[in-house]
């Protein structure tokens, strides 16, 4: 269907740029996450505290620079489970779901693998570090559902310009109340076991965490909506104000 107003051409274009901006953006937080782990390895080799500190900063600052960066294009998600949030409250569309998803995937895998050339490591190393537990699936769900509750509750009290520093302070927070160190993303889960080093999974342990958060985003979800009734209003500013879809777009 041709929108009033709104060219093929130009909706078209207007896609390509938020896919790109996805891209970009969930590549640089894979560098970010994976390239600060293991600089905090090699900078503090015997202190594991001092290691997860570092790289908890460095994601947490990285985090909010990419959002302001990328944000105002594409809304800043880098997370499939925002994106399925947004898409549930009417501030992507279905058309753009499809656009998003691959490419934070893609830009996730680009930035692991960055990351392990910049510190002159192995294009891809598959990581050997198994995560797995009732303890650690809890947190990632629990994770996962703070993170989707603070998006959009912020965009529904009229604070979307907050949410990147919101976001990156969450983060950084979460590395350390939650005992799976808040991976909170299956773009994450997916570009981390290809670096054998301190921010890896192991292959093995990937489904359950990418289960875990699904769940936790689902129950965020639920959580917002009963929270906030109103907020299909104004999904469209998350994570931050961008260039939303039309009416006829979002179906």
Known sequence: MTVPGRPT???????????LAEFLGSAGLAAVVIGSGIAAQRLSPSDTGLQLLENALATGAG???LILAFGPVSGGHFNPVITLADRVFGGVSTRQVAAYLPAQV???IVGALAANLMFDLRVVSISTHQRSGSGIWLSEALATFGLVVLVFGLVRAGRSGLAAFAVGAY?????FWSSSTSFANPMIDVARMLSDTFAGIAPSSVPMFALMQLIGGAVGVGAVALLYPKIAQRAGAAVVPHEAPTTEETR
């Open 9 to 19: 051409s130009a909706r078209l274009n207007l896609l390509a740029r938020q896919a």
């Open 63 to 65: 985090l909010v620079a």
């Open 106 to 108: 893609a830009g996730g």
């Open 171 to 175: 983060i950084t927070g979460a590395y």
